[in-house]
């Protein structure tokens, strides 16, 4: 694992960005793993203003998110598809049909959960993951428990998830209740994971991610075992990790 503490968030996001355009630019057909979340809101805005300054195109790059809320649909102000149109796809010239996301308003998730692994299948490893994490440990929406899924699935949100997740809805009883995610297994083979987290709120869950034992009541652990996994931290959420 590459650790990378920085003073200043801009400083985190331009790192973290530089790190995607490296893989677009050494192949412009890159696939890109995607996660929403406040965290990658910046690392988005440095490549929408690296594509704005000529300096890295999407055209021919191709991307798969980790998640999407069960039951909303993408034109939806709050689906994981809307969030990213607003702070990437459409400021970037991604064509909407390399853009693939689960579709939460699915009438049979199960069955969207199979087909989005078939895809990502498909497109074999992926060249670069952008990932954060939740402050119980979750990555993507994999949730603390005794079993974690290596693929795609139909997941129910812990209720400290949803109530943390609640700032974007107007309401708690309006937080989905399900997602569709990525598994561990699907996102853990990347090429490359770019991770970032910010804040002293994820010190703690960062320490047991990073320094605690592999353990699946805290999903993010499992990142220790991937063989390019690059961190990028502020210097309050590195804390305990210095
Ligand atoms: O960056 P935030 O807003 O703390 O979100 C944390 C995590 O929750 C999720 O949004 C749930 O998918 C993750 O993608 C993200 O890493």
Partial sequence: MKLTVFKNEKDIDQAAA????????????????????QTPVGLY????????????????????????????????????????????????????????????????????????EAELEKAGQLDVQILSIGLNGHIGFNEPGHTLHAETHVVTLTEDTREVNSQAFSSLEDVPKKAITMGIGSMMKAKKI?????????????????????????????????PNLEVYLDESAAEYLK
């Fill in 45 to 116: 805005q440095k490549l929408v203003q690296a594509h704005q300054n000529g300096k890295v195109s999407f055209k021919q790059v191709t991307t798969y998110n980790i998640d999407e809320y069960a039951g909303l649909a993408k034109d939806h102000p709050q689906s994981f598809y809307d969030f990213m149109k607003t702070h990437l796809f459409s400021k970037v010239d991604v064509p909407e049909e390399n853009i693939h996301i689960p579709d939460g308003a699915s009438s049979d998730l199960e069955a969207e959960a199979e087909r989005y």
């Fill in 18 to 37: 530089d790190s995607v355009i490296e893989v677009i630019k050494s192949n412009p057909e890159a696939t890109i793993g995607l996660a929403t979340g």
């Fill in 194 to 226: 770019v991770f970032i987290a910010k804040g002293e709120a994820k010190a703690s869950i960062l320490k047991q991610a990073f320094k605690g034992p592999i353990d699946p009541l805290v999903p993010g652990s499992l990142l220790q075992l991937h």
